[in-house]
């Protein structure tokens, strides 16, 4: 498979329809600090519907309007009932190209990040929208189930490069029944790309993702990506993001030019009681 160039992966910074949520509930890896968290996601809520259209995926539609509260308009919130292991909207939901400057949902196979969780409902959920008629109407559906992805793992610039990570797109768990170039090949054609720029270094202790690239470096702009550094050498991250932020310094745009580069402090362990 070749580049389709009748196909765009937008970038995260281009002006979108809406944002979805998908709710906690008891049944998520939430449940034992839910008061603390379904707060926090009811402030999401209210923030993204004062600019755009909300759609929140829950398997009871009275219970999380109830803890959305009444601070948050329903202008914008439409809600539909359906089951969820968890709430990683951006991992199990679909990605959007435009083809032929349609928009289609790319609906690729979520497998509880190479089987370590169930995500049997999670992987149902696009489906299930479609079959509520959520979407508008000129929005296209696309069948990628044969590929396992997720949301997290690629880096678009909205011109044709993808930034990911080998450890994750590679893992045995997701599709070690093609090889790299078929992948690669595969994922040119589903999102228009000319090329993929492959991480294969970067660390994050405790990341159940294998290596997410949202969690290590994100595009900011066609000439710009923003990555996690540490300058600690006794800190367990600093060889691996160090052999990354080289990696990063060695990429070049689609002109040729090095990439700015913003480096991000690492965050500080925190440990529980």
């Not at 690729?108 to 149902?124: E, H, P, R, V």
């Not at 997290?152 to 990911?164: M, N």
Request: charged share 25%; hydrophobic share 40%.
């Amino acid at each position: 498979m070749r580049t389709n160039p009748h196909i765009r992966f937008p970038a995260e910074w281009e002006q979108q329809s809406g944002v979805q949520l998908t709710w906690p509930h008891a049944g998520t890896d939430w449940r034992d600090i839910l008061d603390e968290v379904t707060p926090c996601f009811a402030a999401i809520a209210q923030e993204v519907a004062k600019r755009e259209r909300l759609l929140i995926v829950c398997p009871d539609i009275d219970a999380a309007s109830r803890q959305l509260g009444a601070a948050v308009s329903r202008q914008n919130v439409r809600f539909c009932e359906l089951h969820a292991n968890d709430t990683w909207a951006r991992d199990h939901g679909a990605l959007s190209v435009f083809a032929d400057g349609q928009p289609t949902l790319c609906d690729f196979t979520f497998n509880g990040w190479g089987l370590k969780f169930a995500a049997g409902f999670d992987n149902q959920i696009t489906r299930g929208l479609l079959r509520h008629n959520v979407f508008a109407p000129g929005v296209a559906y696309r069948n990628m189930l044969h590929l396992v992805l997720e949301g997290g793992s690629v880096e678009s610039d909205g011109a044709g490069t993808i930034l990911t990570t080998a450890e994750c797109l590679l893992s045995p768990n997701r599709n070690d029944h093609f090889s790299k170039s078929e992948l690669e090949a595969f994922y040119k054609e589903a999102f228009g790309a000319r090329r993929l720029l492959w991480l294969n270094h970067g660390y994050l202790a405790g990341d159940d993702t294998d290596g997410h690239v949202d969690t290590l470096a994100r595009l900011c702009s066609p000439d710009a990506i923003a990555y996690v550094a540490c300058d600690d050498a006794a800190d367990e991250h600093h060889d691996a993001l160090a052999r990354m932020e080289a990696e990063l310094q060695a990429f070049r745009t689609l002109e040729g030019k090095p990439y700015t580069l913003i480096p991000l402090p690492m965050a500080d362990p925190v440990f529980d009681d």
